[in-house]
């Protein structure tokens, strides 16, 4: 819906004729057109015409007299006319600016909606493909487990987390099982829950170990 507020033709006319009037072009008294000359100079219907004369007689800005034409009233009219014109334009401008800024403001919300399911789709079909993301701990000479084997240390039944592969020496140990061992700059990579880091951390470096 346009929702700026457009001047009809024969208010365009009058609002000219009103400027000349403003702007001294035409002295009060003066007869200055009949119907007929109005609407061949603005080049538009008798009707549009006969309507524009009406909005200035009705605001006592020109008299009418049956067969003499326009005759000039009054400047004063004439300029109170036009800024009362002007003030309806700049309050109808603004009214078309607060709509237009909420329709743009409607579209960005859009966008931002539109741009966050797409992220939260890509998101779920990643996780969908890799659901297990590894962890990692490096193994420091003040662990708990220091020189114990995964069984003997119990660790998945303290993390339930499972042990995928151990970096050791620049080397990759994959799925290294329940007998490697803890040892000092082992780099541990294992899967589990959201919290699992916490319960590894916790567990590999005695803070809370159940024996």
Known sequence: MDNKVKSSVYQKIALDIASRIVEHNFEIGEKVYARSSIANRYNVSPETARRAINVLAD????????????????????????????????????IAELYNSLDNQKKEISYIKSNFDLLLENTQRFQSINPFVPFEIKITDDSSCLGKTVSESNFWQNTNATIIAIKRDGSIILSPGPYASFRENDIFYFVGDENSYNRVKDFIYGYGQTE
């Open 59 to 94: 605001l006592e800005i020109v008299d009418t007299v049956k067969g003499s034409g326009v005759i000039i009233k009054s400047y004063e009219n004439a300029a109170k006319f036009i800024r009362h014109f002007s003030d309806k334009q700049t309050v109808n401008s603004i």
